[in-house]
């Protein structure tokens, strides 16, 4: 399942659907958004996205590990709009029947996105006072 | 000339100053030529040639891609998702 959704993302909605009888174990791995980044204060992130090109670049990652991997399951979320410091901003996760192609699978999919689906963030100073 | 439908993202949007627009591409119709059709409206986007890259109906292409009448384009900036 991958998706680009301006909902929270819900891990536990996510790990429900990730699980079958053939998956021995599950990784995933969970982006937040961090309260600085190069030296300065980070209050809150707009992500924005090409959405139907970020999509069908998730598509393709979904592929590319089903190709590489015995993985049971794929997920790949990104959430866009104002994200405040804490929140979940991405979910990689695969679900295969042992613990080595999941970990790979699900490091595969969270660098892939970083380097090629179409997302771009904008960080905001906190709000003194 | 060929008209393509350009979307923009991230900081070239904020440069542009709009989500999309119609762009007429001369001869010989690459990517290049689109580029230099808005680079010659938005000057400011030429230091950020190099660090774009071009996506043709929602796949990544080389500059060099000829494009039809009616493409949707993108100049995306450097990504920054995760």
């Not at chain 1, 990784?27 to 980070?42: A, H, L, P, Q, W």
């Not at chain 1, 590319?64 to 405040?84: F, Q, S």
């Not at chain 2, 439908?5 to 542009?16: D, N, Q």
Request: net charge negative.
């Amino acid at each position: 399942m991958v998706a680009v959704t301006s909902d929270p993302i819900n891990v536990d909605l996510i790990l429900r659907d990730l699980g079958t009888a053939r998956t021995g174990g599950i990784d995933i791995f969970i982006g937040t958004v961090r309260d600085t980044n190069e030296g300065k204060s980070v209050g809150s992130i707009e992500y924005t996205a090409y959405v139907p090109m970020a999509e069908e670049q998730m598509r393709r990652i979904e592929s590319e590990i089903r190709v590489r991997w015995p993985v049971e399951n794929v997920t790949i979320v990104h959430r866009i709009g104002l994200l405040r410091v804490g929140e979940i901003s991405v979910v990689t996760a695969a679900g295969a029947p042992h613990r080595a192609e999941a970990f790979e699978a699900c490091r595969y999919a969270i660098e892939r996105v970083k380097a090629d689906v179409p997302i771009w963030k904008k960080e905001f100073a906190p709000l003194v006072g | 000339m060929r008209n393509v439908t350009a979307l923009f993202f991230g900081p070239v949007r904020e440069l542009v100053g709009a989500g999309s627009m119609t762009l007429a591409v001369d001869p010989p119709f690459t990517g290049d030529a689109a580029f230099e059709a808005l680079a010659a409206r938005f000057p400011a986007l030429r230091p950020w040639r190099g660090s774009l890259r071009l996506a043709v109906n929602r796949e990544y292409v080389p500059f060099e891609r000829v494009l039809d009448a009616g493409d949707e384009i993108s100049f995306l900036p450097p990504v920054s998702g995760g």
